[in-house]
């Protein structure tokens, strides 16, 4: 097999452009620095194919050691045969070299195996051979009751076992069966006997089906967890008819029977043949597919699960920074107050108070006081507050202070998800060891409102409440996959060398967390980085690494104006090369657009930097040091709607996406619980994607549709000339949805059958969790 021509079939791209690639990551560079800076060598490949190419590069790799070990087994079974070699060198997935593996596959001693050592595999051979033969007769001569065969029923058990075993490590067969129960089979799910009162949650599941092949992860998810609390049973319904109680035929039996040409002739055999068929089907055969698929089914919804909560990470991760502005933050609290403090233009921590507005101290005219004389002597610019149990009441107060104080300042009320895992972490600990956790959550908060990015990275991903199901899923592959998000964001941002803090170092391309951490002493022993070649003086910091995140590290106000941009500096040459044309400084070049738009990118090309590199470096002094991140702004949330309660259908309110999933978008308005815009209801038109109207972080307007107030569930349409009640929709439910607050576990809502009506409060509110409390 040649992985590289096979990644290059799948992905439509020249073999040429793997096998650079490949090369690359072998040589430890990272995808986003192969992605930026070496696009001559890969031929233009984006991020999003690098990594598709990692994975499968992986993936075929693992393969191929295992194609090896089986091979090697075989061949010491002394039973490898050429065609066998051959079967096994072209199988293309996991799946098909197992299914070829399964007859050689060690095992425990079988009935099957069992029958042979008590030489019945020529009756089974004869029988299958020779159907005209009686099965009593022939089985008569092979009684022998020192071998434990003491009547012929028992000579023909033992030959129904042989066959069984043999038809059912056909792997050709299997891929038959699999391929057809795939595309026809159903995923039922009954609930157990006794279990409907402690199940209750996962009711829209008591009696559910659905294809296969069609099941959405979030409904996959949801009826795996039922069976694993022990509520739900499932089983595969290998084709359609099956679902029909009065149905006796099986078409995957007919399947089994036609391969071995096995058919009803009323031939003295053919009958216990067609019982050997049948045997094979439901003891052999059934339950080792019941098993692969439903855990193909676990696999594929974890996977979207995984991509939903990476693309959700990826629009936080970069949404809009505030930028460089002095901000108070705020985490909100009613018995312990809310905590509060101040942090510079940089991020440093300048100030701290805890005020009592809420109940039960009602201290609201002594807070505004404190708050009040803090803005004023630092200057405040921006009001930082978490969204978590009285955040509206909080945000009143800020209102209220902002406009009797006149203060020259803006409030925002931010999704805090998180910030408690970071304020008891070990680097919170580290950077603040004096301060209350309390405090540091509100530090968090302030500071993520001057920079996302640069504030997240500190915490795990799974913590900032933006997936479906993370805990459900596969820890070890959810971690890998959120990290090159992080990583990926990140790098397309850059980092200011001089003002990162460890853990968003540790992010850049090339840098471990080691390198990351000697960054940050070499800073505190020598003060700034003048320029980005004294990275080389950093301890352990070699070429290899500073060639991998130096073009990701920038330096303002440096020796070089270029150590600002995403320029690398192994292609500076080629800015001297610009420079002396334009015949003045590189200062003076840098945003000069009427000079740069001028130049042709052909006359600076060399055999090392080709027409795509010296096109990015024009592009990049042209803008140097962009931000891709889109600019900042907050949605203006509606004074006096602060609680569920406050809400009624057909109120138009401005709000922001905290989390998309497949089936919708969940908006918070400022009551505490976020609303569902289900997939039906984002657009005026169809959308397969919600991403393809709303992102993580987006402020839109979102007319309410109804209110279940039992369950706290808010219907929401972005199409504001829907009329409340109104149908919104196939029903469609999930599990968590993305509500910012504080850590917890998701809550789970299931998925009603197809039979079920189609109700807009349904398909508005399936997903939705209670929001989690302090």
């Not at 033992?158 to 056909?170: D, K, P, Q, T, Y």
């Not at 908006?667 to 994607?689: E, M, P, T, W």
Request: a neutral charge; charged letters at 30%.
């Amino acid at each position: 097999m040649n992985l590289n021509q096979v990644i290059a079939d799948e992905l439509g791209v020249r073999a040429s452009q793997v096998e650079a690639t490949v090369e690359l990551l072998d040589e430890g560079a990272t995808v986003p620095f192969i992605a930026r800076y070496r696009k001559e060598r890969t031929g233009g490949l984006d991020d999003t194919q690098l990594r598709t190419l990692e994975e499968r590069l992986t993936y075929l790799r693992d393969m191929v050691a295992r194609r090896d070990a089986v091979l090697e087994s075989i061949r010491d079974q002394d039973k490898l045969t050429p065609a066998l070699e051959a079967q096994i060198m072209a199988a293309d997935t996991k799946t098909r070299l197992e299914d070829l593996y399964l007859p050689y596959k060690p095992k425990r001693r079988t009935k099957g195996q069992i029958a042979i050592e008590a030489g019945l595999e020529p009756l089974a051979d004869l029988l299958f051979g020779d159907p005209k033969r009686d099965p009593e007769t022939e089985a008569a001569a092979f009684i022998n009751a020192e071998k434990g065969i003491e009547t012929s029923d028992a000579a023909l058990e033992g030959a129904r076992f042989i066959l069984m075993e043999r038809f059912a490590e056909e792997a050709d067969l299997l891929g038959t069966l699999r391929a057809y129960v795939w595309k026809h089979g159903s995923v039922t799910a009954k609930v157990g006997k006794g279990k409907e009162q402690e199940g209750a949650k996962f009711r829209d599941y008591f009696d559910y089906h659905e294809g296969l092949a069609k099941v959405p992860s979030h409904r996959a998810l949801a009826i795996f967890r039922g069976f694993k609390e022990g509520i739900l049973r499932l089983e595969i319904a290998a084709d359609p008819l099956q679902l029909d109680p009065d149905n006796k035929e099986n078409r995957c039996e007919k399947l089994i029977a036609a391969y071995f040409g096995i058919e009803d002739r009323g031939r003295p055999a053919d009958a216990w043949l067609q019982k050997v068929v049948q045997w094979t089907w439901k003891v052999k055969i059934y339950m080792h597919l019941k098993t692969e698929l439903l855990g193909e089914i676990r696999q594929k919804a974890e996977e979207e699960a995984i991509k939903v909560f990476g693309r959700n990470l990826g629009d936080l991760l970069m949404a809009a920074p505030a930028g460089d502005r002095v901000t108070m933050g705020l985490d909100p609290g009613l018995r312990t107050g809310v905590k509060v403090v101040v942090v510079d233009d940089t991020g440093k921590l300048v100030d701290q108070a805890t005020i009592y507005p809420h109940p039960p101290q009602k201290k609201w005219d002594d807070a505004k006081n404190t708050l009040a004389t803090l803005c004023r002597k630092h200057k405040v610019a921006l009001i930082s507050i978490g969204n978590g149990t009285g955040s509206r009441e909080t945000d009143r107060l800020a209102g209220e202070l902002i406009k009797e104080a006149e203060l020259a300042a803006a409030k925002i009320v931010v999704n805090e998800a998180g910030a408690s895992v970071y304020s008891a972490s070990a680097l919170a600990a580290a950077e603040f060891p004096d301060l209350d956790v309390s405090l540091r959550g509100a530090v968090s908060i302030a500071r993520r409102l001057q920079d996302p990015l640069a504030e997240l990275v500190k915490i795990d991903p799974k913590s900032i409440g933006v997936g479906q199901y993370q805990h459900d899923v596969n820890q070890t592959r959810l971690a890998g996959a959120l990290e090159n998000v992080v990583e990926d964001c990140v790098n397309a941002v850059g980092v200011d060398l001089n003002m990162a803090s460890a853990p968003l170092l540790a992010r850049v391309s090339g840098l471990s967390q080691s390198l990351a951490n000697n960054i940050v002493e070499y800073r505190n022993q020598h003060g700034r980085f003048a320029d980005r070649k004294q990275l080389l003086e950093v301890k352990r910091l070699g070429p290899k690494a500073f060639e991998q995140a130096a073009g990701f590290l920038r330096i303002l106000g440096g020796k070089n104006p270029l150590d600002a941009s995403a320029v690398h500096p192994e292609a500076y040459p080629v800015v001297e090369r610009i420079v002396k044309q334009g015949g003045k400084p590189v200062g003076e070049i840098l945003g000069d657009r009427d000079f740069l738009k001028n130049l042709k990118a052909a006359d600076f090309a060399d055999e090392r930097f080709g027409l795509p590199t010296v096109n990015d470096i024009l592009n990049e002094l042209e803008k140097p040091g962009r931000d891709p991140r889109p600019e900042f702004k907050t949605a203006n949330l509606t004074d006096g709607i602060e609680e569920i309660t406050d809400l009624e259908p057909g109120m138009i309110l401005e709000g922001t996406v905290t989390n998309v999933t497949n089936f919708g978008a969940f908006v918070d308005v400022g009551v505490h619980q976020d609303g569902l815009v289900h997939i039906s209801a984002l657009a005026n038109r169809f959308v397969s994607d919600p991403r393809e109207v709303v992102r993580a972080g987006d402020v839109v307007k979102v007319k309410v549709m109804e209110v279940d107030l039992e369950r706290r569930r808010i219907g929401m349409s972005m199409r504001l000339d829907d009329e409340p009640g109104k149908k919104i929709g196939r029903e469609d439910r999930g599990g968590r949805g993305g509500r910012g607050g504080r850590e917890r576990k998701p809550r789970e809502h299931q998925t009603r059958p197809k039979q079920a009506p189609n109700t807009a409060m349904g398909a508005a509110f399936a997903a939705l969790n209670k929001r989690g409390k302090k």
